[in-house]
């Protein structure tokens, strides 16, 4: 008997998946094939395209958060801007290596102290003008170029060092003059400037801080000369420019940053957000951009961002919200139901979920923003270093210091600093 071969379950299954497949090629003829996919790429286009067009309704473009033509009108002329003494101080330096772009720091000695006598009367004769822009440090493209900024510091230290000649030899008027030029020199360098030269500045007054408190309790520094020494410390502190004065000249920045991190994105390196395999295609970055509508979006989130910082950053630390994310540097506005509108359009959590879906996290902005947090722990050691200065003239004129700060207030200050923190009452046994 004749045995009859059945057909294999897997040929049963190409059988059954060819009669709906087929029936388009019976109707129609095979170009229905090409007709289907390319109507699917169609539909898909049209959806894609759909969905960037609205992507962004729900985030509001606020516009520019303060006035930027009246803002970029500052100029000051070369014979009051101190810039243009430090540039020829920085010049003048020898041995301290202010010619590369990394970290600068040096232990100042009696060698390089003499050597750089020529820069230190440069830069002492800049601190003495009124006022202080940097020509080169308002602009992304510039500022990396730019050493004299970054080399003040180390005339600082300089500085210091010879205010510490002054007070080994007995000459405590003569140190004073030194630890002065530091302070004015620490305010020049945020005027007009942007958060990074906010951060050399407090550096600059960091270092001065501790050599001052000591300048002050030494018997050798008499009475008149710490009153002197209080008033021009009191002088120079009113020159520091406000913290919307930063945070205006970084918008800037980072707009700048936005536009040469959006042309320069395919040779940068890849975004880990997009998987090991799309990150791989060169093309891809690009269209992920198109799809985004990259830079509007980030731009959006740039002003939204400026918007919250500038409500804020001119009051006293105690009347400010809480200084929240750690990337972002917003503040948390749940701390203040008057917040402005424009300032609320976004809680925290909402806005962290469009800023991770733009540019921001994989650009230079993470470290920018680090920087919103010397605005808060600058102003302590400015306040704290006052109340110290009058403590000293309390206790000159009184022989012991005084038992509140309060008692400062009238002889020796008009009032007490704003961000002045008053230590916590020991506690009695």
Not at 72 to 90: F, K, T
Request: aromatic share 10%; net charge positive; proline share 10%.
């Amino acid at each position: 008997m004749t045995r009859v071969a059945r057909p294999s379950h897997f040929a049963t299954l190409i059988w059954l998946i060819r009669i709906p497949l087929g029936w388009p090629a019976r109707v129609f003829g095979w170009r229905a094939y090409l007709k289907w996919p390319a109507m699917a790429l169609a539909a898909a286009t049209l959806a894609t395209l759909s969905w960037r067009q609205t992507s962004l309704r729900d985030l509001p473009d606020i516009g520019d958060p303060f006035d930027v033509a009246a803002f970029q009108a500052i100029d000051v002329p070369e014979s009051r801007n101190a810039y243009v003494l430090y540039d020829r101080a920085i010049r003048a330096t020898r041995g301290l290596g202010l010619d590369f772009r990394g970290p600068i720091q040096i232990s100042p000695i009696p060698a390089l102290v003499s050597e750089n006598d020529e820069a230190l009367r440069l830069w002492r004769e800049g601190t003495e003008r009124p006022d202080a822009i940097d020509p080169l440090g308002n602009s992304a493209y510039q500022f990396p170029k730019n050493f004299t900024s970054a080399g003040l510091p180390v005339l600082a230290q300089l500085a210091l060092a010879k205010a510490a000649g002054s007070e080994a030899v007995g000459d405590m008027a003569g140190a004073w003059g030194w630890y002065r030029a530091v302070l004015r020199s620490s305010r020049h360098v945020g005027m007009h400037g942007h958060l990074r030269h906010r951060e050399r500045g407090s550096a600059i007054l960091t270092f001065a801080d501790k050599p001052i408190r000591r300048w002050a309790a030494d018997p050798r520094v008499d009475g008149p000369l710490l009153r002197r020494a209080l008033a021009e410390a009191r002088a120079i502190d009113a020159m520091t420019a406000p913290a919307s004065d930063a945070l205006k000249r970084q918008y800037f920045i980072d707009l700048e940053m936005l536009e040469w991190h959006e042309a320069v994105w395919p040779s940068q390196p890849p975004d880990r957000r997009l998987g090991p395999v799309l990150q791989m295609l060169p093309v891809f970055p690009r269209f992920r951009s198109y799809l985004m509508r990259e830079p509007d979006r980030s731009r959006r989130l740039i002003r939204l961002i400026y918007a919250n910082r500038l409500a804020y950053a001119d009051r006293p630390r105690a009347a400010r919200p809480t200084l929240g994310g750690a990337v972002t540097g917003l503040y948390d506005l749940a701390d203040d139901p008057n917040a402005p509108a424009s300032v609320r359009a976004f809680d925290l959590p909402n806005f962290l979920t469009w800023f991770n879906s733009s540019l921001l996290p994989v650009s230079p902005f993470q470290t920018s923003w680090g920087r919103m947090r010397v605005l808060n722990t600058e102003e302590p050691v400015r306040a704290d270093l006052l109340i110290e200065l009058a403590s000293e003239c309390y206790r000159r004129d009184h022989g012991q210091r005084p038992e509140s700060p309060q008692a400062l207030v009238g002889p020796y200050l008009d009032r007490l600093p704003d961000d002045f923190e008053p230590p916590e009452p020991a506690s009695k046994p």
